[in-house]
């Protein structure tokens, strides 16, 4: 999935403080200037925010999905598709100008994504041991509404913490997705690392440089330019030739062209 905005994951049990770490965040983070859409998981069987017998209800039961209900205060989007993934959401969030997602809950999906900062909330040691054992990378802190250890945080005493380190991994991360967007973003393995944004973090840190891309160090050795709707899609030398052969094996055949071979070809596909 291609992520173009920072994502923290308030993670944990039922009421282990997860919606009140999200009440202290999101006011804080609007302060500095981040527009925020929050993403709320919901567990229950059969849940709809519908209700049946509403005009919308009707709407559905007749065939209509989404159905959209419009106010001058509130719009609301039904879909009911189970099918529908989570990286789809990120890209309805970022539509509405979103710079920042907040999700509360989806520990299966996101305890071991490397690329989203987690607040894992726990009620007491034995679920922090637990939690500690399967997270992965980018975790920004343990808390708690009970005091437990001094490497869990309170989750009311030691809020401006909780926003100091969440604003930290914020910043980090739009540094690392400002470097990632000018990698190829193929997570090809070529330069040894198995996604583009474990290169991305360590130029950031600076033990790497965008030259260890190499997809982007042999871009003047590539004999096509292919461009989709604006953007400039990376191509590796060997299928950038076999696009090239093809293209100027086709436009050979058409009367009074005359092609020697060596030719480079630029492609621009737009809607």
Known sequence: MHINCPIVAVIGRKASGKTTVIETLVPELIKEGFS??????????GFSSDREGSDTWRHWRAGANPVIAFSKS?????????????????????????KVIILEGFSSMVLDDRSIGKIICVKNIEEYREY???????????????????????IKENRAIIVERTLNFIRRKLKILEILGSL???????????M????????YCGSASIDDCVVIR??????????????????????????????????SSLKNVRIRGDEKVDISISS
């Open 36 to 45: 925020v859409a929050s993403i709320k998981h919901i567990a229950h069987e």
């Open 74 to 98: 509130e719009v609301n989007v039904i879909v009911r598709d189970s099918s529908i993934s989570l990286d789809k959401i990120f890209d309805v969030s970022s539509l509405f100008g979103a």
């Open 132 to 154: 500690k054992e399967h997270v992965e990378k980018d975790l920004i802190a343990f808390c708690s509404l009970q005091k437990i250890n001094e490497q869990i945080l309170n």
């Open 184 to 194: 190829a973003r193929l997570n090809c393995g070529r330069c040894g690392r198995k």
């Open 196 to 203: 583009c944004e474990d290169l991305a973090e360590e130029i």
């Open 218 to 251: 042999m871009k003047p050795k590539v004999s096509v330019r292919l461009n989709v709707s604006g953007e400039d899609i990376p191509l590796q030398p060997f299928a950038s030739e076999i696009i090239r052969k093809a293209v100027l094996g086709m436009v």
